[in-house]
DNA sequence: TATTGTTATACTCTATAACTATA
DNA sequence: TATAGTTATAGAGTATAACAATA
């Protein structure tokens, strides 16, 4: 949300568009900051053919080889059927790997390709970059305490 | 995205699944807390058959009485084409009008109905309890706090 | 020429039901 | 019976191009 100009009845004076209502809720600020920042993300990682959610799913296999696919819905907290073309995606591009589990042939354990693990580092860096881009204006010790608090919120559910 | 327990090597202990690299991110820890928010929320305004953007809307042209559509877009940042069918929706159910305004025919300025003022009222109220509930572990002074951080990432953009 | 509102369209994210093959 | 992965499907949010009416 922005607030914006509107032309009021004399013609110098400027009225901005009320959102004190809003502006009450936590949630509100919460949100607009989230969009900016996954817009920017998204950005991001146009470049790597990466989104959010592959990105996010790269990540998760990488730093934990053999995680089942049920593992890792509910590591990134999405439905199992949405997860499929998550991986598909990436197993197509010979990202990662699906492999069989022996000991349950339900499941398939998900290891990272070397081309997988090498765009890891590629995208990690760019979106450090990014992350930084978006908080420098806040200094690492707010950081620290924005997350702190953030944390309160999220280990409620 | 949830820590999760996965059954390692030996019997009792557990290994969780690790987001490390993904902790490091500012953008991680605000998307997590916004979803949780904003599923919510959701569910706060399931019963009004509001959802964020119908509400968000109705709050903005009851605040805002007059609002042309253009505005209303650029003060919820979403394109013009996209609040069409979120109009239409709180015309039909007869919360806002859509007046054609005689000095620029091209333009609709938008007035809430009496049906959408209380409707405002009673949303509004709803919205105001979910949001302190989310943060109730977050004191008033630390969201204040959270609200000014945040207010320097979005008065970047 | 530019702007307001609209239509059409496409991509992404999300959620549920139901299937298959295994356990 | 229950679980892992899959298919099909639908709702919702988002973005762009192009149009009619009007400025």
């Not at 996010?56 to 997860?83: H, S």
């Not at 591009?93 to 290891?111: C, F, G, S």
């Not at 890891?120 to 806040?138: I, Q, R, S």
């Amino acid at each position: 949300m922005k607030q914006i100009k509107m032309n009021s009845a004399n013609d110098n004076a400027l009225f901005v568009a009320d959102d004190v209502a809003l502006k009450q809720f936590m949630g509100y600020h919460l949100k607009r900051a989230t969009n900016i920042v996954m817009s920017d993300l998204a950005t991001t990682l146009a470049p790597y053919e990466l989104r959010m959610l592959t990105y996010t799913a790269l990540v998760l296999i990488v730093d934990n080889p053999g995680i089942r696919q049920f593992q890792l819905a509910v590591a990134m907290d999405i439905e199992r059927p949405n997860l499929v073309i998550i991986i598909d995606e990436l197993e197509q591009r010979e990202l990662i790997l699906r492999e069989k589990v022996p000991t349950d042939r339900r499941a398939y354990a998900m290891h990272p390709t070397l081309a997988g693990k090498q765009l890891y580092k590629k995208a990690t860096k760019a979106v450090n970059t990014h992350d930084k881009k978006m908080f420098k204006h806040v200094s690492k010790t707010d950081q620290k305490f924005l997350i702190a608090t953030l944390q309160k919120l999220i280990d409620q559910y």
